[in-house]
Each structure stands twice: as structure tokens, then as C-alpha cells.
């Protein structure tokens, strides 16, 4: 499925429309029961960690439970499935964020539309990518990689944790706004691709930040540099990408949706909850020590961010012709 910006806006605001006038009436306040969390990789995973320290803080304010649901597979189109398919009420939420807007153009015939289906209720946090290299890698410096994949061209192999993650995309388009012909290894799961890294056996990985801080500070890896804009608080030492390619960015967005329809109140409450949430030093430091930055955003806001991604991997995927 390939959207455009302009169609992703009409259909995010037009969801935005129908929240307001919900199809389910609304007798009573939120929370009134249980509330589910539904996340598409297992449990662990940043997206899981994360889910559960948002719904722990809106379980103690709103006096519900946010129960986690784990539904991995397909990249997390399972998950987002199954929560388009929830009745409007807001007690079914889903973990969305980059990966979802990567999907809508990587997956061409989803039983579903992310941006018709899903409305935006508040962003959590951006994660950074780190570019990391075995040690017997020549290059010390983002500079000196591009020199070294020029020279030697289809030669440097990067991995991933599979087609269309973030390292994968954070690969890519390193690929296109450096001019460099590196070859992808899409593993199943960064775990196995950080072990052939380690071993030697691939030479690069845009990781994730997590798995490599440790190799990094340890020497058994080389960081090279982060993938955001601005330098992050666990690797202050490493510059970023755009500091040797200007405009370069990848990094990871995640916040909760809802199932279209939603009542507006309801949405517009967990926006305010979440942002009050990002706003305390406990949960603020504990996403930092996460890798994360925190990114409070109005739902319109987090809408307009999903855009953007929307289109900026759409254009990734279809230069790269990368398919599933």
C-alpha cells in the first residue's frame, strides 16, 4: 500500500473527525475496567518495555489495569490487525509508531489501513540507531567508512534484524545519501546478527541502541556514530551521521492508537496522561537510560509525525526496491 502525505493528513484528520462524534455511546468515565495494550513483538522488546512503563503510570492515575497483550509477527501488522478490528471504546490500545508507518508501504496487500484504521493518541519516545563495526574494520570514522565502501564497493556487508526494521531502513538510507553500495543480511532478529558481528562474520549494524552500548564501551565493538540529529545522553562521545552527511536521520518513534472512532474525550485524556507522564523526572530518566528521548506530542502532532515517516521510508523502499 502506498499513501501519500497529503492522503495520510485527510485520513488522520478525518479520523480525528469521527472521534468526535463516536459511534459507541460513552456512559460513564475512563477508565471504567480493564484496559489492554496490544504491542507487536514479544515481550522485552523496547516496544514491550516501553508499553508497559506508559501503562503502569496510566493504571495508577486512572485506577485501571493496562494489561500488555504480546502479538508478534509480520512486523507488527498482526497486532495492528487485531486492534483495528477492537470495538472503539478505548479500552483496546496499540503500540504503534515507525515500524507501522514503514509497513504501509513495505506490505503491499495488508487486510487493513494503519492510517484509515488507527488514530493517533499520543507519541511516547524517539530511540536512536548507533552504526557499530567489528574491530578488524578499517574504518574509525563515519568518513572513513564511505571512503572504504567506495573503494571497495559491494564488498562491506551490514546486518539487521530482518527487512524493513530500523537498521535495515537506517542502512538504506545511508546507502542512498552517501552513494555507497553496501550489501543488506537481514537475520531473524538483531540478537543472531549482533553475534555474527561480534564473531566477525558481518562487518556493520545500525543497532539498535540497547544491545550495542555495552560491546561499545567494552571495545569489543566499534560505535562509529548515532543515527539521530543531536548526539545522545548514553554515547555522548560519538557524533551522528549528519554530522558527515547533513539531513541524515533515523530513529525509532513510538506512542499508542486506538481503533477509528474512539471518543474523542477519551483520546484527548490518555494524550494528557501520557504527556504528564513524560514530564516526570522518574520516567523521563528511566526512558533515558532506555536510550530513548521522550516525545510528548498532541495526537495531531503525533498524526503529523507518523506522516512524515510515512513518506520519508515510502520513498527509502521504493528507491531500494526492497520487498517481502
Known sequence: MVLHRRGFLRLTLGAAGLSATPRLAWPHAYAAKQVQIVVGFAAGSSSDILSRLIGQRLADRLGQPFIIENRGGAGGNL????????????????????????????????????????????????????????????????????????????????????????????????????????????????????????????????STMPPAVA????????????????????????????????????????????PKGTPRPIIDKLNAEINSALADPVIKRRLYDLSNVPAPMTPAGFGQALADELEKWGKVIRMAGIEV
Open 79 to 206: 497486532a495492528a490487525e487485531a486492534v483495528t478490528r477492537a470495538e472503539p471504546d478505548g479500552y483496546t490500545l496499540l503500540n504503534c509508531g515507525t515500524w507501522d508507518s514503514i509497513n504501509a508501504t513495505l506490505y503491499k496487500n495488508l487486510r487493513f489501513n494503519f492510517i484509515r484504521d488507527i488514530a493517533p493518541i499520543a507519541s511516547i519516545a524517539r530511540a536512536p540507531n548507533v552504526l557499530v563495526v567489528h574491530p578488524s574494520f578499517p574504518a574509525k570514522t563515519v568518513a572513513e567508512f564511505i571512503t572504504y565502501a567506495k573503494a571497495n564497493p559491494g564488498t562491506v556487508n551490514f546486518a539487521s534484524a530482518g527487512i524493513g526494521t530500523t537498521a535495515h531502513m537506517a542502512g538504506e538510507l545511508f546507502k542512498a545519501m552517501a552513494h555507497v553500495d553496501l550489501v543488506h543480511i537481514p537475520y531473524k532478529g538483531l540478537a543472531p546478527a549482533m553475534n555474527d558481528l561480534l564473531g566477525g562474520q558481518v562487518q556493520a549494524i545500525f
Open 215 to 258: 560491546h561499545i564501551r567494552s571495545g569489543t565493538l566499534r560505535g562509529l556514530a548515532v543515527t539521530s540529529t543531536a548526539r545522545s545522553d548514553t554515547l555522548p562521545e560519538l557524533p551522528t551521521i549528519a554530522d558527515f552527511l547533513p539531513g541524515y536521520e533515523s530513529s525509532l518513534l513510538t506512542g499508542l492508537g486506538a
